[in-house]
């Protein structure tokens, strides 16, 4: 069995002494250690964590941003396309009305060379009428002649008739 002598004691107090002296000099030490090493973890956790919500209130806000920047961007182009739009149309109307100017124009100008070209015609009638009422005067001829005179006068009107002019 045990035997209980002085060396025993002396051993278990001297146990003793060692557990109160490396409770005082090294557990603690240590624990106090471990303790800070858990805490600066532990705020280093807590650290990543505000910044992944800082993150994702971020990400929310650029998100945010980019369709609200999106939604104006279509709005931007849609406005555009209809100015755009809107000025095709407006060319477009004055091209047409240039072109019914012009048409009016040539019309007129038509119209205008028309009435020169039968103020010539008449004017050429009358000279021609004239030349002829003076032949007929001059050789006073008799009904058989005047007629043939007459219808010399009037094929050569006929040749000389310009489109469908009215002699």
């Known amino acids: 069995m045990i035997e209980l002598n002085g060396t025993f004691i002396a051993q278990i107090i001297n146990f003793l002494i060692l557990v109160v002296l490396l409770r005082a000099f090294a557990y603690k030490p240590v624990v106090n250690m471990l303790k ?3 805490d600066k973890i532990q705020e280093s956790l807590d650290k990543a964590d505000a910044d ?3 993150a994702d209130k971020l990400l929310a806000q650029y998100k ?3 369709a609200a920047a999106t939604a104006k961007a279509e709005e931007i182009q849609k406005n555009a396309e209809k100015r755009a739009a809107e000025f095709r149309e407006a060319e477009e109307q004055k091209v047409k009305a240039d ?3 012009m048409k009016k124009s040539a019309q007129a100008d038509i119209e205008r060379d028309r009435a020169k070209a ?3 015609l ?3 009638m009358v000279a021609l009428s004239m030349a002829a009422a003076g032949k007929i005067i001059a050789k006073n ?3 058989a002649e005047n ?3 007459i219808a010399e006068f009037v094929d050569k009107l006929d040749k000389d008739k310009i489109g469908d002019l009215p002699c």
């Open 36 to 38: 800070a090493r858990q």
């Open 52 to 54: 992944a919500a800082e």
């Open 64 to 66: 945010a941003k980019l």
């Open 99 to 101: 072109i019914e100017q």
């Open 118 to 120: 039968v103020e010539k």
């Open 122 to 124: 008449r004017t050429e």
């Open 141 to 143: 001829m008799d009904s």
């Open 147 to 149: 007629e043939a005179l």
